[in-house]
């Protein structure tokens, strides 16, 4: 019952702030103390059952997760995901997006310039943080990319998730924009304010109105709700 008050409140009036962060220079990578039980692997078709495996046992209370045909469509579309391994077995993954990606949490695109990536479907299994599995993720799937020819990468980050934004300054990212994002009536904001050189443009893809949309598809005329 109480959350369902705070849902509807959250609905009334609510903003949240998410940051965007550039790392400018894909070729660097700190030095990180070596890991021998640590393997890094790009994602292949034939290995999507695997991750599949993984995800649906550990990513399901997560927001933003992915079903096997959309992994697959996103290798196609030339997304690169990069698996951790420790011991052998799945500890993590990453995506990274070329030119364009969606976000669905924020129900906007996010547009790179030429030569730009987005990391986005960061996770990390809570056995593993802590040991350096993100920035061993990094180094490795930045050369890549960077051998690919791109030569900087984007990531939107909630404005009070310190750990994340503390990792991407290993490698001097900078803070290029900022998006507040949230509901006042029932209608849905998104105000981004993005640095002009930044390189990255953001559009909204749902209507404001889209919660009022769906209470009244959930309604016809009379009042009762459908079946």
Known sequence: MKQNIRWHLKQVFSIRA?????????????????????????????????????????????????????????????????????????????????????????????KMNDGGVMIYNVFIASEHRGRKVLPTVLNMSFRKLAELGYSRSYAFIHHENRSSKKTLEKYHSQTCGIIFHGFAAGCYFLLPFIRNNAGIRVRLCSSPWYRWQEVFRKRPIGGQPTQ
Do not use: Y
């Not at 078709?45 to 933003?64: A, K, N, T, V, Y």
């Open 18 to 110: 998410m940051d965007i962060l550039m790392v400018p220079d894909l070729t660097f990578s700190p030095v990180l103390p070596v890991d021998d039980d640590l393997e890094v692997e790009i994602l292949r078709e034939e290995d999507i059952p695997e991750l599949m495996e993984f995800h649906d046992s550990r990513c399901i209370q997560r927001s933003g997760v992915f079903t096997r045909e959309e992994a697959l469509t996103r290798l196609k579309s030339g997304h690169m995901c990069s698996c951790a391994r420790h011991r052998g077995n799945m500890s993590g993954f990453v995506w990274f997006a070329p030119l364009v990606v969606f976000a669905p949490d924020l129900h906007c695109e996010f």
